[in-house]
Nanobody, 127 residues
Framework: QVQLLESGGGLVQPGGSLRLSCTAS????????MAWFRQPPGKDREFVAA????????SYATSVKGRFTISKDNPRNTLYLQMNRLSSEDTAVYYC????????????????????WGQGTQVTVSS
């Protein structure tokens, strides 16, 4: 079992930056495929970014490519999402997800592929 806990959300002005963290307990993350999803107000949950296990590659949603960076600190057992040039469209609850399975690139964006989820952290972009 893996327990995931997100942190780092908050209120930020348009154009600003935030770094989200997802700390895992119960298992080391090095062998897990990890991802960030988000759920904007009144909308379905959507894929943001993923990191293949063993750092075999990353994938990003088109809407965040070039602005967001997913990374992992194995000694700290923590996943990060660095978010830059934020806009109001990035306002959402952000969730960390994990699976012990290795996923092909085309499957990384599927939320049903992940069996472990955090409780979410709110990110609000507003002036």
């Amino acid at each position: 079992q893996v327990q995931l806990l997100e942190s780092g959300g908050g209120l930020v002005q348009p154009g600003g930056s935030l770094r989200l963290s997802c700390t895992a307990s119960g298992r080391t993350l090095s062998g897990y495929t990890m991802a960030w999803f988000r759920q904007p107000p009144g909308k379905d949950r959507e894929f943001v970014a993923a990191l293949k296990r063993m750092n075999f590659g990353t994938s990003y949603a088109t809407s965040v490519k070039g602005r967001f960076t997913i990374s992992k600190d194995n000694p700290r057992n923590t996943l990060y999402l660095q978010m830059n040039r934020l806009s109001s469209e990035d306002t959402a609850v952000y969730y960390c997800a994990a699976t012990s399975r290795g996923l092909i690139t085309s499957s990384l964006a599927g939320d049903k592929e992940y069996e472990y989820w955090g409780q979410g952290t709110q990110v609000t972009v507003s002036s």
